[in-house]
């Protein structure tokens, strides 16, 4: 007979992968029953951890299956829900629990594409998103979301637009369309500040930052604002656009945000009549530039038509209906959240990103 009290030591120590604490510890551990020969477990966990709830538990079962005298076919691992609000973070007061910023060195690279893809990716998986639209100087939020109501105040407070289960605030939404705003320093700096902090953002578990091309005045703010998690630096293959991406690179570095990753995008053409890959501008060149900077790499998007089309038409809440374009997309979401828990010294849940 298999031993339950040294199955359920196992379970009591395994990484919680919001906080990385013992799930013993944090009160997570649910049940740890013999049934007909079989060990049930139950844990509790976060909407934070959902993006990698499934592989959390079947980490779970093999530790529990290396460690105890249980096989793996005779462990039934599942997860309930636990509602752990997020905490006020910094000054500014934003309860959030990861803050991760999305930025690129030049424009055009399709940042804001993979911004809200990550937002959408975390939200399917039932994750609390929020997207802030930092790009003051084209602002394409709204765009892709297909919004175009302007935001109300109530108390003082800015409410985010409920958009296909995001929480979106756009400075594209408060300035009429079209009309161009010319941002001097302090006004930019004004103008971040409030979207971040006077907007009624809720108890999230992700606040995506889609940040201006280049300038690293915003990171900057930003990074006195608040803690930031970290950044996701978007680029191209090409090679100025990589040339682009070690600058942002640089530019997260000096005002101390972690860079989670690089995330190649338009890396090659799937053609969809035949399937045959095409390299247009050439790939593999972010994941070596990545390698070194010593920076992780986050994987790679394809360039495909559906997705362009979805994101002009304002339907990138879509972009997850097809899976040849949800899979690329999934990664990426999936090693950005692995990153987090890398970076916070790791849960055993998730395998180390190599540091490429
Ligand atoms: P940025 O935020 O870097 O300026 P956008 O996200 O606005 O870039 O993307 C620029 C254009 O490229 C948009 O028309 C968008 O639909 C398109 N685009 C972005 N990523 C892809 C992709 N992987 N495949 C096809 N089109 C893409």
Known sequence: ?????????????????????????????????????????????????????????????????????????????????????????????????????????????????????????????????????????????????????????????LQPIEAHGLRAISMGLMVPAGEAVVWRGPMLHGAVTQMLRDTEWGDLDYLLIDMPPGTGDIALTLSQLLPLTGAVVVCTPQDVALLDAVKAIAMFRKVKTPVLGVVENMSVFVCPECGVSHDIFGSGGARQKAAELGVPFLGTAPINVDLRRRGDDGRMAEAYDDDAIAAPLLEITRNTVRRIIDRRGGAAATPSLPVL
């Open 1 to 157: 007979m298999a031993d339950l009290q040294k199955a359920r030591a196992v379970v009591d120590s395994f990484p919680d992968p919001e906080t990385g604490r013992p799930l013993g510890a944090m009160e997570q551990v649910r049940a740890v029953q013999e049934r007909d020969g079989r060990l049930a477990v139950e844990i509790a966990l976060t909407s934070w951890a959902a993006p990698l709830r499934d592989e959390t538990l079947a980490e779970l079962r093999e530790v529990i299956a290396a460690q105890s005298d249980w096989e793996a076919e005779k462990v039934e691992v599942t997860a309930t829900e636990l509602d752990r609000p997020a905490e006020k973070l910094g000054q500014i007061g934003v309860t959030a629990k990861s803050v991760i910023a999305v930025g690129s060195g030049k424009g055009g690279v399709g940042k804001s594409t993979i911004a809200a893809a990550i937002a959408f990716g975390l939200r399917n998986a039932g994750a609390k998103v929020g997207l802030m639209d930092a790009d003051v100087y084209g602002p394409s939020v709204p765009h892709l979301l297909g919004i175009t109501e302007r935001p109300t105040a109530s108390d003082g407070k």
